[in-house]
């Protein structure tokens, strides 16, 4: 148990090698110290004076930058025993009047700080800095202490490679990437549309499901390995797709990725001519087939991994600093819980993705406009709607069975009792079809009349063929500007 933050369930990091007995008296001494205070796993990148005093990797997943879409006040979503420690951060920050701070895009761990002391470190770093705040100035010049002491720690967190801030970056370019991103300019309403990769190695069946939605649909998502279960991966599914005529929107996680192989995959996508990426952190293996694979393995987050490709395409530069000839084309876009935490959380994680590199967010479904609503609220807020494109997920329901195990199997999904309700009285499989697709209609008529969105982002899961006629009984416009697949 600790003071200060929720108890961790995982061990503290251990050094690459061996220390001197010095500094390992040292480390014994700051792991004992740290872990009783605040559950410290001694990742040595430390950031609690961002997060309100509470280790951020007591998350399960390790996450620096904020909470994941399935956080709730209750549990974590990936050990209910446990509250979720984001929720504990912004809770605490919010009381402390420190929220201001967690906008701040942190660094992924270097690993060769992970598990060595940090204080000898820091007080060796305070000696040499050319500014470092001095105590008499505390009482004689509390302002200068401060900014001082905020520069010294700033600069501790945010090394050289990484150089986070919490400022907005827009994209370093004037022409569209991707025909999803001219579409989206052109300020008509516009639907993407998600498709399952295969559970085979045949890629005939997304040619097919290409033919269904072509016309339909400015681009169609393919999900990378979702509910942490294998199928063909997201790179190929969209290659097949953008061979067979439709621009792709290549999901990338970054579960069981590390950074490099982040990198390398999405620079090999931009090989490929896939243009449009979804930046995500991922599910937690947990909720994959057994046996699971080890845990803990998110290396970056998704605010991480948008800030490094963001960097890729606009600086020309890879993390560890090796410079990009030719730099890739990436049209950047996130995910978004607007059903999750209370929306004012949520629309600061949201922030710190449209900073770090977001420019379209795909959301998790609504069948709740009220507070899809509320949650819009909260970006315009936070001055967000003008800086990215916001499409709302339409899940058409297939049968009310699909319906319950939405509301109450998928973290951060909300359905309104009275479309449970809807769904349970249809009899038979084809009128819950029928009341799926006349909820459906419903929802696409709301959403067109809505401000501030750019239209929808459908994902009628293994049920792609229903999209052209909801398409074409929404009244949806077509895409104004289709291709081959490529700009
Ligand atoms: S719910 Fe998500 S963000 Fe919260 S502690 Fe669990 S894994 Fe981390």
């Given at each position: 148990?600790?003071?200060?933050?929720?108890?961790?369930?995982?061990?503290?990091?251990?050094?690459?090698?061996?220390?001197?007995?010095?500094?390992?008296?040292?480390?014994?001494?700051?792991?004992?110290?740290?872990?009783?205070?605040?559950?410290?796993?001694?990742?040595?990148?430390?950031?609690?004076?961002?997060?309100?005093?509470?280790?951020?990797?007591?998350?399960?997943?390790?996450?620096?930058?904020?909470?994941?879409?399935?956080?709730?006040?209750?549990?974590?979503?990936?050990?209910?025993?446990?509250?979720?420690?984001?929720?504990?951060?912004?809770?605490?920050?919010?009381?402390?009047?420190?929220?201001?701070?967690?906008?701040?895009?942190?660094?992924?761990?270097?690993?060769?700080?992970?598990?060595?002391?940090?204080?000898?470190?820091?007080?060796?770093?305070?000696?040499?800095?050319?500014?470092?705040?001095?105590?008499?100035?505390?009482?004689?010049?509390?302002?200068?202490?401060?900014?001082?002491?905020?520069?010294?720690?700033?600069?501790?967190?945010?090394?050289?490679?990484?150089?986070?801030?919490?400022?907005?970056?827009?994209?370093?370019?004037?022409?569209?990437?991707?025909?999803?991103?001219?579409?989206?300019?052109?300020?008509?309403?516009?639907?993407?549309?998600?498709?399952?990769?295969?559970?085979?190695?045949?890629?005939?069946?997304?040619?097919?499901?290409?033919?269904?939605?072509?016309?339909?649909?400015?681009?169609?998502?393919?999900?990378?390995?979702?509910?942490?279960?294998?199928?063909?991966?997201?790179?190929?599914?969209?290659?097949?797709?953008?061979?067979?005529?439709?621009?792709?929107?290549?999901?990338?996680?970054?579960?069981?990725?590390?950074?490099?192989?982040?990198?390398?995959?999405?620079?090999?996508?931009?090989?490929?001519?896939?243009?449009?990426?979804?930046?995500?952190?991922?599910?937690?293996?947990?909720?994959?087939?057994?046996?699971?694979?080890?845990?803990?393995?998110?290396?970056?987050?998704?605010?991480?991994?948008?800030?490094?490709?963001?960097?890729?395409?606009?600086?020309?530069?890879?993390?560890?600093?090796?410079?990009?000839?030719?730099?890739?084309?990436?049209?950047?876009?996130?995910?978004?819980?607007?059903?999750?935490?209370?929306?004012?959380?949520?629309?600061?994680?949201?922030?710190?993705?449209?900073?770090?590199?977001?420019q379209f967010i795909q959301t998790q479904p609504v069948f709740d406009?009220?507070?899809?609503?509320?949650?819009?609220?909260?970006?315009?807020?936070?001055?967000?709607?003008?800086?990215?494109?916001?499409?709302?997920?339409?899940?058409?329901?297939?049968?009310?069975?699909?319906?319950?195990?939405?509301?109450?199997?998928?973290?951060?999904?909300?359905?309104?009792?009275?479309?449970?309700?809807?769904?349970?009285?249809?009899?038979?499989?084809?009128?819950?079809?029928?009341?799926?697709?006349?909820?459906?209609?419903?929802?696409?008529?709301?959403?067109?009349?809505?401000?501030?969105?750019?239209?929808?982002?459908?994902?009628?899961?293994?049920?792609?063929?229903?999209?052209?006629?909801?398409?074409?009984?929404?009244?949806?416009?077509?895409?104004?500007?289709?291709?081959?697949?490529?700009?």
């Open positions: 148990m600790s003071l200060f933050s929720p108890h961790r369930s995982q061990a503290p990091f251990l050094p690459m090698e061996q220390e001197p007995l010095s500094e390992r008296v040292l480390t014994n001494i700051e792991r004992m110290v740290k872990g009783a205070l605040f559950s410290c796993r001694m990742c040595g990148n430390c950031i609690l004076q961002e997060t309100a005093y509470i280790c951020p990797m007591t998350c399960p997943k390790g996450l620096r930058n904020g909470l994941c879409g399935g956080a709730t006040p209750d549990a974590c979503e990936v050990d209910p025993s446990r509250p979720c420690t984001w929720y504990a951060i912004y809770e605490r920050a919010e009381k402390m009047g420190r929220m201001d701070k967690l906008l701040e895009i942190n660094a992924p761990l270097d690993g060769s700080r992970a598990g060595k002391e940090t204080w000898l470190d820091t007080a060796r770093k305070w000696k040499q800095a050319d500014h470092s705040p001095r105590l008499l100035d505390y009482f004689t010049d509390r302002d200068k202490f401060n900014r001082e002491w905020h520069q010294f720690f700033f600069d501790l967190r945010q090394p050289e490679w990484w150089q986070g801030d919490a400022e907005y970056h827009p994209p370093a370019y004037e022409e569209p990437l991707s025909l999803l991103e001219a579409n989206l300019r052109t300020g008509n309403f516009v639907t993407t549309a998600e498709i399952s990769p295969p559970l085979g190695a045949s890629g005939k069946i997304i040619h097919k499901k290409v033919q269904w939605l072509q016309g339909w649909v400015a681009a169609a998502n393919f999900t990378d390995n979702a509910s942490a279960m294998a199928r063909m991966s997201s790179v190929a599914s969209s290659k097949l797709c953008l061979d067979a005529g439709l621009e792709p929107v290549m999901q990338l996680q970054a579960r069981d990725r590390s950074r490099l192989v982040i990198e390398a995959d999405a620079m090999g996508a931009a090989g490929l001519g896939i243009r449009n990426i979804l930046c995500l952190t991922g599910d937690h293996q947990r909720f994959g087939a057994s046996p699971i694979s080890k845990p803990d393995q998110f290396d970056l987050d998704a605010v991480q991994m948008l800030w490094v490709l963001r960097r890729m395409r606009d600086e020309g530069i890879y993390l560890d600093g090796r410079k990009i000839k030719q730099r890739p084309s990436f049209f950047l876009g996130a995910a978004a819980s607007p059903f999750g935490a209370p929306p004012r959380f949520e629309a600061l994680r949201l922030e710190k993705k449209i900073n770090a590199g977001a406009l009220n507070r899809f609503d509320e949650w819009l609220e909260a970006l315009d807020k936070r001055n967000l709607l003008d800086k990215v494109y916001i499409l709302p997920g339409l899940l058409p329901l297939k049968s009310n069975r699909a319906a319950h195990f939405m509301a109450d199997g998928v973290p951060g999904v909300t359905i309104p009792d009275v479309i449970i309700k809807r769904m349970d009285a249809a009899q038979g499989k084809e009128a819950q079809q029928e009341t799926g697709v006349e909820i459906a209609l419903e929802i696409i008529e709301k959403l067109q009349r809505m401000q501030g969105i750019s239209g929808m982002h459908v994902m009628a899961i293994h049920w792609e063929n229903i999209v052209p006629r909801l398409l074409k009984e929404g009244n949806v416009p077509q895409p104004a500007i289709s291709g081959n697949g490529l700009l």
